[in-house]
């Protein structure tokens, strides 16, 4: 309904609102527009075009809720988009809003205005002042000996004791405050309250509505803001009706399709909602979202130029009826035949109602079964009682029909699909249910989310499936063999005796564990043990990827050769257990020694009693290596006997004679000896060619280091640690990313810290240093526990059990306690595994111009810096909302958070 109002209130009710409102005052105001003081100033009517968004009043803002409310229903408005919530409220402008808020525009004089002595205003708030006299908000003897000569009267700050009367009297109250003149309030501060505005406070404190403030204050010449004024006005509403012509109250009938339908006064009137559309409850100050917002509940809307200006729910309880029938059957014209026992009764339902199975899931109503138990549901605020849903309540689904998989649950035997229409079902399947794809029997495990689908249901069970157009599928598998031309692979999937043939995409991605870079070479296909895979099948029925999973294979480690043939190349070496064995090297085998890679390289060195490492399938070798090297920790040192004893990996000691040639390699140590090396060092132990003797001895060490540059082209990383600069080689070396994924050299950028193993002063894996930046947002001291929102939005709690250090304002502390909520910290650990947090410099500045590389912020002392350095990753936000440097704005209030100077993260107030 359009809400009506009287134009005077006289009610309790209204005061306790009034008072409600104005607890809460107290600081500056100003609640007209500055638009409105000029000649040409809008009429009231002007105020009701739509609103948008205030800039200047921020999401979540105590205020919103009022501000917004009152903006939609012209009681007060902006300027340049912009509220101004906390400049302070004029004694002409809060005339102004009470003539608004009580509705009386319309007996404002159409002739020209005059005022009692004294009272000077600017021009446009004459005739509301005029109305106030008239109407007896304001006392004219009193305000008439208003004396300020350097402030005209409308322009006077209105204070609290001020807004008390003027309020008091609105409601109807002078005849109680004219009573209560002569009573002392309570207040600490009572002494301070104007003699003949006492009794205005007295009837607040009678009304148990002014509780004052802090220390038992009134502070009675206190200012008031234009957001507390609108607070007050907005919350008074509740108790007086008021004629908007804008507003209506009503039930939610629908919201769909961009709009709201209300029902109101006995029929549906339908308004147009957008992105500037405020929701609100009135039990909350809270501000919703359109997702909140539910059908079938009651609201009061209000409405400029056709569209939604503010909508608030008064009664979330949504008005529907519920019963229970058996269906019987459809007829045409939307009708329902249902089953009673006896008879059989019809009911119409309209082309919105919503059909759902027993998940609360969507459905046609075509697919219902007879006999199936149905919950009907019957709005209740309209005298037609509409049907507004019929769900499933218990009962089988027959349909056929095409959808899109949304879900594949495969423990639960459950398929998710989408149809035409939007309407989401679940579908259960059993060992009986077929699944196929053009001529192929599909498993449950291979429906991939974005398959389109035909399906038949019946009894509730789905029957069959038949993907029509696919998108990428996965197979589990075995590889058969991989052709020579590199077009094709032939497998078995698991669980499959036939062989399946496909064509491989132009260029597949291969994925192998402890292999960078792996090609289509390096996967092992065997008729009985090849490689177990999992390949990506595109919707062309091309792999795009596979990803070895498993192999079957024997490694031989270190044994002993007895005899090679080069013309048909068998070697027969001799195992662990002094058995023979004979391997058979082919043109795939792998092969690996100090001479080289090729076969005619390695056959040399295949002499009797020499070490090879053999990995093999039956008799087929697939990789051989010369030994040349040792790989483990020193055990022992005997230097009388000159022989190091080296334990490896598998728990065999190896004790290898040198010479006083012997060369030692360690990294940062030059004219490094034996006596560098010490019992329990890990060491890469190379071997002469004939492997009689130690050559060289090249110590493994890890540091962490700051990458200066990369010059990809020669492989090479210029890196910095403790002041000293390095160049490393990285041909040698595996490279990862912070995920562990592999990266090219070329992906570390300068400034990335990365953890570098070598062994001697060869580099052998380079991984760049996860770092997480953001905000500290929870501390678990006991149980070293962290918890950070970085600048992704993602929370993540972090461990800090292998210890800890924390930097923060050049002081280091081994444990969390100088954290707190808001600090903004980088974390990462150095190369003993040791939780690095450093706690980043916090400066509040104003914002002066930035470009790519730099932000210039305002000083406020002539020795303050103001140019700062931009991470290249900078992240710029004002709340969750990201933002870009380029939308800062000169004199922004910003907080800039800086790392090792350079600012990583910029706060717009």
């Known amino acids: 309904m359009v809400l009506r109002h009287s134009k005077h209130v006289h009610s309790k009710k209204v005061v306790s609102a009034v008072m409600a409102g104005l607890i809460a005052f107290g600081g500056g105001a100003s609640i007209v527009s500055a638009d409105e003081e000029t000649a040409n100033a ?12 205030f800039s200047d009043v921020s999401a979540g803002y105590w205020g919103e809720k009022y501000i917004y409310q009152l903006a939609a229903q012209g009681i007060v408005t902006g300027n340049n988009g912009k509220f101004r919530p906390n400049d302070p409220v004029t004694q002409q402008e809060a005339v102004t809003m009470a003539i608004r808020f009580l509705n009386m525009q319309n007996q404002l004089s159409s002739g020209a205005a005059t005022l009692p002595t004294n009272i000077k205003v600017n021009d446009y708030f004459t005739k509301y002042v005029e109305l106030a006299f008239q109407q007896n908000l304001l006392d004219k003897q009193k305000e008439s000996g208003y004396t300020d000569q350097k402030v005209i009267w409308g322009a006077q700050k209105a204070s609290r004791e001020w807004i008390t009367e003027v309020l008091v009297r609105s409601i109807g109250r002078t005849t109680e405050a004219n009573a209560a003149k002569n009573k002392a309030t309570g207040f600490a501060d009572n002494a301070k309250i104007t003699p003949d505005r ?3 406070v007295n009837v607040a404190v009678e009304l148990g509505l002014a509780k004052g403030l802090a220390g038992n204050k009134f502070d009675p010449q206190g200012a008031v803001t234009r957001a507390q004024l609108a607070t007050f006005f907005s919350r008074a509403q509740a108790y007086i009706t008021t004629n908007y012509e804008n507003q209506y109250k009503g039930s939610i009938a629908s919201l769909e399709n961009g709009k709201l339908e209300l029902y109101a006064d006995g029929k549906l009137n339908s308004f147009k909602l957008d992105a500037s559309t405020a929701y609100f409850a009135s039990d909350s100050e809270k501000r919703l979202q359109f997702s909140d917002i539910n059908p079938y509940t009651q609201a009061v809307v209000v409405v400029n130029n056709g569209t939604a200006a503010y909508v608030e729910i008064t009664d979330a309880t949504q008005q529907v009826e519920r019963f229970d029938r058996t269906y019987a059957r459809l007829s045409p014209n939307n009708v329902i035949w249902l089953d009673t026992g006896s008879t059989f009764e019809e009911l119409s339902y309209e082309t919105t109602t ?8 969507k459905i046609d109503p075509k697919t219902l079964a007879a006999g199936s138990l149905l919950t009907i549901e019957r709005e209740t605020y309209s005298p037609q009682k509409k049907i507004v849903a019929i769900r499933v309540k218990s009962g089988l689904v027959n349909k056929t029909g095409a959808g899109v998989v949304q879900n594949v649950d495969t423990a639960n035997k459950k398929v998710t699909l989408k149809d035409s229409t939007g309407y989401e079902d679940s579908y259960t399947w059993d060992d009986a249910t077929v699944i196929r794809y053009q001529n192929q029997i599909l498993t449950p495990a291979e429906l991939k989310t974005g398959f389109t689908v035909n399906f038949t249901v019946k009894n509730s069970i789905l029957q069959s499936l038949e993907v029509t157009q696919s998108v990428d599928r996965t197979v589990q598998a075995t590889l058969y063999s ?22 491989l995409a132009e260029k597949p991605e291969i994925i192998m564990s402890g292999v960078v870079k792996p090609v289509l070479s390096d996967l092992l296909a065997d008729s009985v043990s090849g490689d177990q895979v999992t390949l990506t099948i595109n919707g062309e029925e091309r792999i795009t990827k596979i990803e070895v999973t498993g192999r079957q294979m024997e490694q031989l480690d270190a044994v002993t050769i007895v005899n090679y043939d080069s013309k048909t190349h068998w070697l027969t070496v001799k195992d662990a257990n002094n058995q023979p064995r004979v391997i058979i090297l082919d043109d795939k085998t792998k092969l690996e020694s100090s001479n080289g890679t090729t076969l005619d390289k390695v056959e040399p060195l295949l002499g009797a009693g020499r070490k090879v490492s053999v990995t093999l399938i039956g008799t087929r070798a697939l990789s051989l290596e010369v030994v040349y090297k040792v790989e483990g920790k020193i055990s022992s040192i005997n230097t009388s006997k000159k022989i190091i004893s080296i334990l490896s990996a598998n728990g065999k000691v190896e004790e290898i004679p040198y010479n006083s040639a012997l060369i030692v390699d360690i990294f940062g140590k030059s004219n490094a000896s034996l006596a560098d090396v010490r019992v329990g060092d890990e060491v ?4 002469s060619t004939n492997q009689d003797y130690l050559q060289s001895l090249k110590l493994k060490t890890s540091a962490q280091f700051e990458v200066v540059f990369t010059e990809p082209s020669k492989n090479r990383i210029r890196v910095k640690s403790g002041g000293t600069t390095s160049d490393i080689y990285t041909d040698k070396a595996t490279l990862t990313g912070d995920s562990g994924q592999a990266i090219l050299l070329a992906d570390l950028r300068p400034g990335t810290l990365v953890n570098i193993t070598l062994q001697g002063t060869t580099a052998v894996a380079v991984a760049e240093v996860k770092l997480t930046l953001g905000e500290v947002t929870g501390i678990d001291t006991s149980g070293n526990m962290l918890t950070v929102k970085d600048h992704s939005g993602n929370t993540q709690t972090l461990g800090v059990s292998g210890g800890v250090k924390v930097v923060k304002n050049g002081s280091t502390a081994t444990n969390l306690s100088t954290l707190v909520s808001g600090d903004r910290v980088e974390i990462r650990k150095d190369i003993q595994g040791v939780t690095i947090v450093n706690v980043m410099e916090k400066l509040e500045r104003a914002f002066w111009l930035a470009n790519n590389s730099e932000i210039q912020v305002k000083r406020k002392s002539i020795n303050d810096n103001f140019r700062y350095a931009l991470s290249d990753k900078v992240f710029v936000h004002q709340g969750d ?17 800086l790392n090792n100077g350079v600012v990583v993260e910029i706060v717009k107030q």
């Open 881 to 897: 909302t990201t933002l870009s440097v380029q939308s800062l704005k000169e004199n922004d209030n910003i907080v800039l958070y």
């Open 42 to 53: 809008p009429t009231a009517n002007a105020a009701q075009s739509a609103i948008n968004v």
């Open 198 to 200: 006492l009794g205005y």
């Open 482 to 503: 991989v052709e020579d031309n590199g077009k094709t692979i032939t497998y078995k999937r698991s669980g499959s005796t036939q062989l399946e043939t496909k064509f």
């Open 684 to 687: 890469s132990a190379q071997l």
């Open 354 to 361: 919503v059909f759902l199975d027993q998940n609360g899931n």
